[in-house]
């Protein structure tokens, strides 16, 4: 793991520990809030009550097993064998139990007219989804908990159903765990408020929209009851929540970082990619950055969430969800490296639907991650997983016999070129000739990263090559991704409809 033995913080495995050991030996009071127990300074918890509830569930378990692994003060910095070995155990436990479950229902429930071609499309899709490089590497290698992008999946799963009040629960307990679901939520926002009104505001509509108000109240109330004792507790828990004085950039967790910082600051989003030229930072005043953050975020999303909000389709939505986790991660105020990843499911999403393009998405995805990787000791698990990967999808989705507009679901923008339709004839080569110089540019900087030492002057050199390089690709794919959403025609009349 990134940090392990390295004093003073130890890296993220050592945050997940601490909290454990936070959650268990202090009363819930003091969970936020900076003590002579709790030092804030040392990984203090910045998630949302569900995570601390997992934190204490889990914690439990290890008192059980070893008291040591979570004995308040004593056990920082604590790292064993079975101690790893247990932490491990979580992490598969937790995909076992919430993310692999949703992915696999998921899977199934697309829909086919043939019964052969859907076992073949749902056992395809279902095995590239879980063979993404991205979530393993992070999850495992770096060690997340897949638990707010599992629960984000069963309430798409539920909304493909139609059970609105269950997918509005998921949801909820999704954004109850991690904050960053915040990419997902004006999705989830517009296409039921979207159903309500196509039902009628004054008649099935109201009674609906008054179910899922409803849901989400006492979903929320039910995560935040055990502090909302007084006021002052929910605001320490939202500062946690969102720390807006730190900046516009990756929220460092030290208010003023110490040199050395673990904390990660090359991202391959817009903010980062420009501040190579112009000096952000130096230039507006936080404040400033907030705004202005907050202000091109709004105006990316609007289209899409516009359409999907007037015209409720679940093919819409899924495409939503990706336009917006992607304008968040572009345009947003304090983004992680990791926080591709909530862009990346979404997109796993409709591999069925637009093979060729989600894998290249997934593949440059997990290729912005590579200083991080690198950091984590992952170069051999990053180059067989992407490989792997690579040949999963091409095996099971022939992607490069899928380049053509039709295919690409480009065909209605096509037409509205008029004159300019014939240019998409030479359109297959050309996109598959992009995606073989993006795969090389992609092979020869990691290699570089991993086996060349930069110039002394330039030591930053690779890590911000790999992010202006994903940055561009991902500044493509959300023309790209709203393109196909705003040219898509009425309910998306004419084509087969998947879950």
Request: a positive charge.
């Amino acid at each position: 793991f990134l940090g392990a033995g390295k004093p003073p913080m130890y890296g993220d495995y050592e945050a997940q520990r601490h909290w454990q050991e936070v959650t268990y030996n202090l009363p819930i009071r003091q969970w936020y809030f900076n003590t002579s127990d709790n030092n804030l300074q040392y990984w203090g918890l910045d998630y949302p009550p569900l995570t601390a509830y997992h934190s204490f569930l889990c914690a439990y378990v290890a008192k059980l097993i070893n008291p040591d692994w979570i004995a308040l003060h004593t056990s920082r910095g604590y790292e064993s064998q079975p101690h790893k070995l247990f932490m491990r155990t979580t992490v598969f436990v937790a995909d076992l139990l919430v993310y692999i479950p949703a992915v696999i229902l998921y899977c199934f429930s697309l829909k086919e007219t043939s019964t052969k071609k859907k076992a073949s499309i749902w056992v395809s899709s279902a095995l590239c989804i879980l063979l993404y490089p991205g979530l393993i590497l992070i999850d495992h290698g770096h060690f997340q908990y897949p638990l707010s992008l599992g629960f984000a999946l069963w309430g798409v799963l539920c909304l493909s159903y139609d059970w609105d009040i269950l997918g509005s629960v998921a949801f909820c307990l999704a954004l109850n765990y991690k904050q960053m679901e915040l990419y997902h939520s004006l999705p989830f926002f517009c296409y039921l408020l979207g159903k309500c009104l196509k039902k009628g505001i004054r008649g099935k509509g109201l009674v609906l929209l008054t179910k899922i108000a409803g849901t989400v109240l006492v979903s929320f109330a039910v995560c935040w009851l055990p502090f909302c004792t007084d006021v002052e507790q929910i605001m320490q828990v939202l500062r946690r929540l969102f720390p807006v004085d730190r900046g516009l950039f990756e929220a460092c967790m030290f208010s003023s970082p110490p040199p050395h910082c673990p904390c990660p600051d090359k991202v391959a989003n817009i903010w980062c990619s420009i501040s190579v030229l112009i000096k952000i930072k130096e230039i507006l005043s936080p404040e400033v950055q907030l705004k202005l953050s907050l202000a091109v975020t709004v105006a990316s999303l609007l289209p899409t969430c516009v359409k999907l909000l007037v015209q409720p389709s679940l093919r819409g939505f899924k495409f939503a969800l990706v336009s917006s986790a992607l304008s968040f991660f572009l345009f947003s105020f304090q983004v992680h490296e990791k926080s591709i990843l909530l862009v990346s499911v979404p997109v796993c999403l409709i591999i069925n639907e637009i093979p060729f393009m989600a894998t290249w998405f997934l593949l440059v995805s997990t290729f912005s991650m590579l200083p991080l990787l690198l950091k984590d000791g992952l170069l051999l698990a990053y180059a067989v997983t992407m490989l792997g990967f690579l040949s999963v999808c091409v095996a099971s989705f022939s992607i490069f016999e899928k380049t053509s507009a039709e295919d690409l679901q480009l065909k209605p923008f096509s037409l509205s070129l008029k004159g300019y339709v014939s240019w998409f004839k030479a359109f297959p080569k050309i996109v598959r000739s992009l995606f073989l110089l993006s795969i090389t540019l992609m092979g020869a900087l990691s290699l570089m990263s991993a086996a060349v030492h930069p110039p002394q002057r330039l030591p930053d050199l690779f890590p911000l090559a790999v992010s202006i390089l994903s940055c561009l690709h991902f500044l493509l794919f959300f023309v790209y991704f709203n393109v196909v959403i705003l040219w898509d025609s009425k309910n998306s009349k004419g084509q087969k409809k998947s879950s």
